[in-house]
């Protein structure tokens, strides 16, 4: 596929949905590909882009933004606690707040740096030992002292098992951001995200829809 027809795809969704076009948010997730790729993207106007390891980020999005202005950054992998400042400076919003020490510590530097991005927390709605997120059950009251914090988050992420259905986990991130009232919902990648869309997301990951296959270093 391609830039066009994934934001063709956006707009089919959304107007099924009888939503419109401007609440989605397209995240060109830009992890692992090499600059040649990101810089066609950015030649056809597309600001918004996701990484996952802040390392990378660093190194990448500098250069672009110097090249090209103001991009929009969201960093959507685990974040470590040593790593919160320099990812705090990078990015616009981070899509994996997931637990009391993180929050704590990014409530602290938001305090010394004056600015804070838009936070999502991150929810393990399929409680999967190897992935991160906080458990649905605990999910609330995570909630509620995030905000507690005067942290800004704006809304809740997921990602699905790989072997069920996501709508299901879709619907379940849905229900437990709005009986806490927060309006944004980043779920949906490349092979679900139309579905996504219907449920609710406010920001669809897309990667290799977009890019194609990711160039792993050997």
Same mark, same amino acid.
């Given at each position: 596929?391609?830039?066009?027809?994934? $934001?063709?795809?956006?707009?089919?969704?959304?107007?099924?949905?009888?939503?419109?076009?401007? =609440?989605?948010?397209?995240?060109?997730?830009?992890?692992? $590909?090499?600059? +040649?790729?990101?810089?066609?993207?950015?030649? @056809?106007?597309?600001?918004?882009?996701?990484?996952?390891?802040?390392?990378?980020?660093?190194?990448?999005?500098?250069?672009?933004?110097?090249?090209?202005?103001?991009?929009?950054?969201?960093?959507?992998?685990?974040?470590?606690?040593?790593?919160?400042?320099?990812?705090?400076?990078?990015?616009? +919003?981070?899509?994996?707040? =997931?637990?009391?020490?993180?929050?704590?510590?990014?409530?602290?530097?938001?305090?010394?740096?004056? @600015?804070?991005?838009?936070?999502?927390?991150?929810?393990?709605?399929?409680?999967?030992?190897?992935? +991160?997120?906080?458990?649905? +059950?605990?999910? =609330?009251?995570?909630?509620?002292?995030?905000?507690?914090?005067?942290?800004?988050?704006?809304?809740?992420?997921?990602?699905?098992?790989?072997?069920?259905?996501?709508?299901?986990?879709?619907?379940?991130?849905?229900?437990?951001?709005?009986?806490?009232?927060?309006?944004?919902?980043?779920?949906?990648?490349?092979?679900?995200?139309?579905?996504?869309?219907?449920?609710?997301?406010?920001?669809?990951?897309?990667?290799?829809?977009?890019?194609?296959?990711?160039?792993?270093?050997?």
């Amino acid at each position: 596929m391609s830039l066009t027809s994934i $934001q063709g795809a956006i707009a089919d969704s959304c107007l099924k949905a009888g939503r419109a076009v401007d =609440d989605v948010t397209l995240i060109a997730v830009s992890k692992v $590909q090499p600059n +040649a790729r990101v810089a066609q993207i950015l030649d @056809q106007g597309h600001r918004c882009f996701g990484e996952n390891k802040v390392q990378e980020a660093a190194g990448k999005w500098p250069a672009f933004r110097e090249a090209y202005g103001q991009i929009e950054l969201h960093l959507i992998g685990p974040l470590q606690t040593n790593k919160a400042r320099q990812a705090m400076e990078l990015a616009q +919003a981070i899509h994996t707040l =997931d637990r009391p020490k993180l929050a704590t510590t990014i409530a602290r530097l938001a305090q010394e740096m004056g @600015q804070c991005p838009d936070l999502f927390i991150q929810v393990n709605t399929g409680e999967e030992d190897q992935k +991160a997120g906080c458990l649905p +059950a605990d999910a =609330d009251t995570f909630i509620k002292d995030a905000l507690a914090m005067d942290l800004p988050v704006r809304g809740l992420m997921c990602i699905p098992p790989v072997d069920e259905e996501p709508s299901l986990h879709f619907a379940l991130l849905a229900k437990i951001a709005a009986r806490n009232g927060l309006k944004g919902l980043s779920m949906g990648m490349s092979s679900d995200f139309e579905t996504a869309i219907a449920l609710g997301a406010t920001h669809v990951r897309v990667g290799s829809a977009i890019f194609g296959d990711r160039i792993y270093e050997q």
